[in-house]
T-cell receptor, first 114, second 116 residues
C-alpha cells in the first residue's frame, strides 16, 4: 500500500501525559500537513511542511504541540501535558504540490485523553 | 469565523436519484475548491475539484458547479448509489501568490445517505 500511513491508529492516555504520533507520507510527496478533527466538525489545519521546513503553523497549535519532519520524509506530532480538550482525530495528509492543492489523507490517529 | 459553510448536516436520497450537496464560502481569495468523501474510520478521500476560473467540472457521476458571484458551490451526484453514503466535505484553498496558504479550509460536512 503506497498511501499515507499513520501510527498508532488509536491512543488512549491520561491527562498530563505526553503522546507522539507518526505520519509516513506518500514517498514522492514533498508537502506534509497535519489537521485535527473533532466530532461534528471538518478537519482543521494545524501545520504543514515543505520537505523538512515547517512553513506554517495554525494558532490552534499551542506551545504544547510540536511537529517535526527531520529528513523531509516521515513526520511526528507530539502533544505534551495532554488535556481532555486534545481528544480528537489527528489527520496527516501529503501532497506533491499540485495546482488544485489536492491532498491525500491518511486514516488518522484517534486520541482519547481521560 | 466559518469561512466554508455546509448548512445541511444530513441529506437522504433514493438510489438512482440526484444528490445535491451545497457549500458556501466567504473568503474571496479562495481559488480552488475541493470535495472530499469520508467513510467512518477512514481519512477523507479526494473526489473532485474546481478552479475559480471555471463554473463547472465533471467527472463521471460527479459534477461540481461554482457560482463565484454568490460564493456558492454544489456537488451533484447522478445517479446516486448506496455506496455513495458517506460524509462529504467541501474544502477551499487560497491563491499562494495573493497571500494565501496551502492549507485547506473545510466545512463541517454533510452526511449523505442513499437508500436502496
Amino acid at each position: 500500500d503506497t498511501g499515507v500511513s499513520q501510527n498508532p491508529r488509536h491512543k488512549i492516555t491520561k491527562r498530563g501525559q505526553n503522546v507522539t504520533f507518526r505520519c509516513d507520507p506518500i514517498s514522492e510527496h514533498n508537502r506534509l500537513y497535519w489537521y485535527r478533527q473533532t466530532l461534528g466538525q471538518g478537519p482543521e489545519f494545524l501545520t504543514y511542511f515543505q520537505n523538512e521546513a515547517q512553513l506554517e503553523k495554525s494558532r490552534l497549535l499551542s506551545d504544547r504541540f510540536s511537529a517535526e519532519r527531520p529528513k523531509g520524509s516521515f513526520s511526528t506530532l507530539e502533544i505534551q501535558r495532554t488535556e481532555q480538550g486534545d481528544s480528537a482525530m489527528y489527520l496527516c495528509a501529503s501532497s506533491p504540490g499540485q495546482v488544485n492543492n489536492e491532498q491525500f489523507f491518511g486514516p488518522g490517529t484517534r486520541l482519547t485523553v481521560l | 469565523d466559518q469561512q466554508v459553510k455546509q448548512n445541511s448536516p444530513s441529506l437522504s436520497v433514493q438510489e438512482g436519484r440526484i444528490s445535491i450537496l451545497n457549500c458556501d464560502y466567504t473568503n474571496s481569495m479562495f481559488d480552488y475548491f475541493l470535495w472530499y468523501k469520508k467513510y467512518p474510520a477512514e481519512g477523507p478521500t479526494f473526489l473532485i475539484s474546481i478552479s475559480s476560473i471555471k463554473d463547472k467540472n465533471e467527472d463521471g457521476r460527479f459534477t461540481v458547479f461554482l457560482n463565484k458571484s454568490a460564493k456558492h458551490l454544489s456537488l451533484h451526484i447522478v445517479p446516486s448509489q448506496p455506496g455513495d453514503s458517506a460524509v462529504y466535505f467541501c474544502a477551499a484553498s487560497a491563491d499562494l501568490f495573493q497571500g494565501g496558504s496551502e492549507k485547506l479550509v473545510f466545512g463541517k460536512g454533510t452526511k449523505l445517505t442513499v437508500n436502496p
